[in-house]
């Protein structure tokens, strides 16, 4: 029976069949465990040699069980290893990592910089009303502005705002009658140009807004040279011109040192050493009255100034529509993991 048992036992390579093994062999009805069974019939002088002889039996075959056991499961254990192994040298598929585009790099700056000066910030709607794109802002009706080659008018009252000042006015209405403001508003304008190296028919305006008692000239000159320190390098000048819009008085634009030249001319800054960045100005009593502040408590100033131009400095883009063709050269080489 053992070396019946053993022969069996060899060439046996499933868990199952092992199982089936160890139920005939070694089981309830094998003949080991029958033999067992008898041993109450056995005189007093057999009983401890078949009594040792069934035992010695039994615990080879457990022995020889177990380890063909162990054989097996080594066997399948390895043929599983082989069957998941994987190439490890195959090299990877390279994955693309994603960049901020440039210029809402330099809208994120520019923002963090004026929320650092405790601005706020606020959007508004890129269909305005020719009222708050004009009439509140104090722009006549003959101004070269309102023409229909300037502005994509979409009926006689709506069009795309020219400009995010309108969003001065409907600040100022929602804070009034006396409420301190301070506030930039990121947003997308339109005007009806030929798109060039230095036009485009929509770009980005960022607005800024101070109303409160004693603001001064002094104050917009201060916040605007901050800003361009903190965007340009904290030795950058910045430079007041007198200018008009109908909403402020004074009105000035604002030029930094050209950073392309060092100041010393180039082709950017056409050789003047500076470049415009914004406008500005006080903002007009007409424009705080008619948006509910009274002239003759409060004052302000206000500025708009021109992302593309700004990140067309900073980054030394040439061409304006560089920065909406999103061509993967120029996204990745100011790559920022997002
Ligand atoms: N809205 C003006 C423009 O688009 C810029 C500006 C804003 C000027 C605020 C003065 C004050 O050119």
């Given at each position: 029976v053992k070396e019946e048992a053993l022969r069996a036992l060899e060439p046996l390579t499933d868990v199952r069949a092992l199982d089936e093994w160890r139920v005939q062999y070694l089981g309830k009805k094998s003949p080991v465990t029958q033999i067992s069974r008898q041993?109450?019939?056995?005189?007093a002088e057999q009983r401890p040699v078949v009594g040792g002889w069934v035992n010695d039996v039994r615990a080879a075959l457990q022995a020889a069980f177990e380890a063909r056991k162990q054989e097996v499961e080594a066997l399948l254990l390895q043929a599983r290893f082989a069957a998941e192994t994987i190439d490890i040298s195959l090299p990877g598929r390279r994955r693309k990592r994603g960049a901020v585009h440039p210029l809402m790099k330099v809208i994120e700056e520019i923002e963090d910089v004026f929320l650092g000066m405790g601005f706020q910030i606020a959007e508004g709607p890129e269909v305005e009303t020719d009222t708050y794109n004009f009439e509140m802002l104090n722009i006549?009706?003959?101004?070269?502005?309102?023409d229909m080659q300037d502005t994509f008018y979409l009926t006689e009252e709506l069009l795309l705002r020219t400009h995010t000042s309108p969003m001065q006015v409907r600040t100022m209405e929602r804070m009034r009658p006396n409420a301190p403001v301070k506030v930039i508003v990121p947003g997308r304008v339109y005007r009806r140009d030929e798109d060039d190296a230095t036009h485009s028919h929509a770009f980005t305006q960022i607005e800024g807004l101070v109303v409160d008692e004693g603001i001064r000239l002094s104050d917009l000159k201060g916040v605007l040279l901050e800003f361009a320190r903190a965007i340009f390098g904290p030795d950058q000048e910045v430079r007041l011109r007198p200018s008009f819009f109908p909403f402020t008085e004074p009105s000035a634009e604002v030029d930094v040192r050209c950073i392309n030249c060092g100041g010393s001319g180039c082709r950017i800054c056409k050789d003047t050493g500076w470049i415009e960045i914004l406008g500005s100005g006080m903002v007009h009593p007409r424009v705080l009255d008619g948006a509910g502040y009274d002239s003759k408590r409060f004052s302000g100033f206000a500025f708009g100034m021109g992302p593309e131009r700004i990140a067309m400095l900073k980054y030394g883009?040439?061409?304006?529509?560089l920065l909406y063709q999103n061509d993967l050269r120029l996204l990745c080489q100011f790559n920022r993991v997002m």
């Open positions: 041993m109450g019939s056995l005189t006549p009706k003959d101004h070269p502005a309102r883009i040439d061409d304006i529509r």
